[in-house]
């Protein structure tokens, strides 16, 4: 499994950006798909999560201004960003947990897999 991000840049506070995360290969069952970003000296963070088919869930700074998505035909993953804050700043990290066979789901043995990341930058 491979995961690409794209979307990211420089943008003003108060305005928006969409994020996407392309996924290649498959996983016998995913448990989550989502979103973490890391801020300059600070520990990564869960943005926002979809889990199995359809809960999401979503870190407390998020304040309803994010929304999560998932385009399956597409493969990909979205994070739409809205009145986005300097504090949002940082590398944001499209994440997939999930068994790469039965086996691995009867070991309770699940994978992460990262992408490389995208920069968002919010200028004050």
């Known amino acids: 499994v491979q995961l690409v991000e794209s979307g990211g840049g420089l943008v003003q506070a108060g305005g928006s950006l969409r994020l996407s995360c392309a996924i290649s290969g498959s996983l016998y069952k995913v448990n989550t798909m989502g979103w973490y970003r890391q801020a300059p000296g600070k520990q990564r963070e869960l943005v926002a999560q979809i889990i199995r088919e359809d809960s999401t869930k979503y870190a407390g700074f998020v304040e309803g201004r994010f929304t999560i998505s998932r385009d399956n035909a597409k493969k990909t993953i979205y994070l739409q960003m809205y009145s986005l804050k300097p504090e949002d700043t940082g590398v944001y990290y499209c994440?997939?947990?999930?068994?790469?066979?039965?086996?691995?789901?009867?070991?309770?043995?699940?994978?992460?897999?990262w992408g490389q990341g995208t920069l968002v930058t919010v200028s004050s």
């Open positions: 994440h997939v947990n999930g068994f790469t066979d039965f086996n691995a789901e009867l070991l309770a043995n699940p994978q992460d897999y």
